[in-house]
């Protein structure tokens, strides 16, 4: 052509120039949209998050508990409902299994071919005839014991063999520990020469100068509970202090978390609803910084805000509700009427709480029923904030509605987008045609005027 372009480059310029105003608004309301999809996504986690860090509170926060004992005669556990208390434990003796052994010269002893070895655990007993066990006549000590652990009613017996070089012990040990549940082996209705190489005996021990007998080692519930396993046995003169009490660290950290998702959330709200100014990218820096430091430790979706989304939300009036209500609902007091600001959390001027540690955690040591009520009572903080949540998270509810939207939007605008594309693409077509007719003429021209 005249220009020295080929008529598929004049179509494609021209068809560039007229599309681009609209692809840029397409893409700019695709990206928009887009963005305010996921700044949804984001503050629904944060909301879940919170919501989360309430049900802890409202869970096991208030009821832990702790237990020490002062040496390694017993371990403890206790649950949520343990008194908090000091006990004194003397073990006197523990609970043993009783055990006794019949020698044989060795394991390979071929056993008599008549008679009936009894065997009795705490008057549970079963018999064995030896004219059914040994009728080939030649079962060994080894068949006798396979018999006693594979009977079918076997009484609570576990039979091994101890070799001693010079012979071997038949050894039957109770399964069970206490005095009750005593081993025998007789033949024919009297003892076959077993002896006896650990005495059954119950537990002996005193809590607090009281004195409890029992069959085994593992006490469960001694104390409201508290479950007690003995180990050892005190030398005379000696015992161990046991101490159960409330798990303060553990309510802490609920009260922490606590502020620290209220904060998270008052932060991103802020950012997803204000426009851009050093306040917010001051809260973006810091929290891509903690980001940073708890990478390695938590495997949660990224919920930090970007710098492309700040304000993306600004628009949505009932975010600031949100905002708001939530601020509102902890700034009050709670119905026993005690105040955030009593266990040592107070608000800033820029809405976000902060804890002072030390007076937390004399507050929780004084008065933790006091903390739990103005948490988990009716109408405490955790059901006012759950109430102010609950419409934004739940199925169906407002963001559930937003994210639904936004999706038929972005749906929409890549239909438009697929449509613009196609009309483009027969714009592009009709240019190419009249351009190359036109290329065409020009060079038939061309052929004609250089006959002359």
Avoid at 9 to 24: G, H, I, N, T, W
Avoid at 387 to 413: A, W
């Amino acid at each position: 052509m005249i220009s020295g372009m080929s008529a598929a480059s004049f179509a494609e310029q021209l068809v560039a120039a007229e599309r681009m105003s609209k692809d840029a608004l397409f893409k700019n309301n695709l990206d928009n949209s887009k963005a305010q999809i996921d700044a949804y996504k984001i503050l629904e986690r944060t909301l879940n998050k919170m919501t989360s860090n309430l049900d802890n509170l409202n869970g096991d926060a208030f009821e832990g508990k702790t237990s020490e004992i002062s040496d390694d005669s017993a371990t403890i556990t206790v649950d949520s409902d343990a008194p908090a208390g000091v006990y004194d434990l003397y073990v006197k003796q523990l609970a043993q299994a009783h055990q006794i052994t019949k020698s044989f010269t060795s394991e390979d002893e071929i056993l008599p071919t008549t008679g009936v070895v009894s065997i009795d655990v705490g008057g549970n007993s079963i018999d064995i005839d030896m004219a059914e066990l040994n009728a080939s006549g030649n079962a060994t000590v080894s068949d006798l014991r396979d018999a006693i652990n594979k009977h079918p009613d076997n009484p609570g017996v576990t039979a091994s063999l101890v070799r001693t070089g010079g012979q071997v012990e038949l050894m039957l040990t109770s399964d069970e520990t206490g005095k009750d549940s005593t081993v025998t082996m007789e033949m024919n209705g009297t003892d076959w020469g077993t002896q006896e190489r650990i005495k059954a005996q119950d537990a002996e021990f005193t809590l607090n100068g009281i004195d409890i007998t029992s069959s085994s080692n593992y006490l469960d519930n001694v104390i409201d509970g508290v479950n007690i396993e003995l180990k050892k046995a005190h030398n005379v003169g000696e015992s161990a202090t046991i101490t159960i009490g409330n798990d303060t660290e553990g309510t802490e950290k609920a009260v922490n978390d606590f502020v620290d998702s209220f904060n998270e959330l008052m932060t991103q709200l802020n950012q997803l609803t204000r426009s851009m100014g050093s306040s917010v990218l001051d809260d973006i820096n810091g929290d891509k910084d903690k980001d940073d430091d708890d990478e390695d430790d938590d495997d949660d979706e990224n919920s930090s805000v970007g710098e492309d989304q700040i304000g993306i939300l600004k628009g949505d009036s009932s975010l600031r509700m949100l905002q708001n209500s939530v601020r509102n609902a902890i700034f009050d007091e709670a119905p026993n009427g005690m105040r955030l600001s009593d266990i040592g959390i107070e608000m800033g001027r820029d809405g976000k709480l902060s804890v002072d540690d030390e007076k937390l955690s004399q507050a929780i040591s004084s008065d933790s029923e006091s903390i739990k009520e103005m948490f988990t009572a009716d109408g405490g903080y955790i059901d006012r904030i759950d109430s102010i949540i609950d419409p934004f998270t739940k199925n169906n509810g407002y963001i559930d509605l937003k994210q639904k939207n936004l999706d038929s939007q972005v749906e929409q605008i890549e239909d438009n987008m697929s449509r613009h594309d196609n009309h483009m693409s027969q714009r592009y077509q009709i240019l190419l045609t009249q351009f190359t007719a036109m290329e065409n003429t020009i060079n038939k021209l061309n052929t004609a005027s250089g006959l002359f």
